[in-house]
């Protein structure tokens, strides 16, 4: 016997409307699932980006503000007051503020021997803090230099003739999601 075609039509409307098959549910609720990770994927990864953005703005105006006071410190005493040893301290001893500094709203980096994100960092030798160095070899600070004005680089301390300061502010920061964070600005104070 043969069905009519309006039977069969009938037919299949009244399979499609029974509702979605088991097959086809587990195929929604798993294109809903991978849609659902994605999102809080994208939500997570763009609150880090914005963390890591403010805590590099802060990292850089906190470098910027100590470049401004070193700039504002009086030239011929701007080493002894921000180098890394307190022993030559313009006012005495450790009266200056020396080379570490705190970053509000950042946390140093675990094993930091002095618990401070913000540092100062100047031509010297390894354990040499108050010895301002022009023939040591940093790129960093355009070394080996004359920073004397003398014609000559030589290996003398000019922590008290230098004409030229090089000075690198560097910011390192442990981030809240365990990540860590640097920012370095430079300059070279002049004084001829």
Do not use: C
Not at 42 to 49: F, I, Q
Not at 79 to 100: I, K, L
Not at 103 to 122: F, I, Q, S, T, Y
């Amino acid at each position: 016997m043969r069905i009519p075609v309006h039977s069969r039509t009938l037919a299949a409307r009244a399979r499609s409307a029974r509702g979605l098959t088991l097959l086809e549910l587990v195929f929604a609720i798993t294109l809903l699932l991978i849609g659902i990770s994605a999102l809080s994927r994208l939500t997570v990864g763009l609150a880090r980006a914005g963390s890591l953005a403010r805590e590099t703005e802060l990292a850089t105006q906190a470098a910027r503000g100590m470049l401004e006071r070193i700039q504002s410190e009086s030239f011929a005493q701007a080493f002894r007051s921000f180098n890394g040893t307190g022993a030559d301290d313009p006012g005495g001893a450790n009266t200056a503020p020396g080379a570490s500094f705190a970053v509000e709203g950042l946390r140093a980096l675990p094993g930091d021997a002095d618990g401070a994100p913000g540092e100062v960092l100047m031509p010297t030798a390894a354990n040499q803090p108050g010895v301002l160095r022009e023939d040591l070899n940093d790129p960093r600070f355009s070394l080996p230099q004359d920073l004397d004005g003398s014609g000559t680089i030589d290996s003398v301390n000019h922590a008290t003739d230098y004409k030229l300061l090089p000075v690198l502010v560097r910011v390192r920061w442990q981030s809240r999601d365990g990540s860590s964070g640097v920012v370095e600005l430079g300059t070279t104070l002049a004084n001829y």
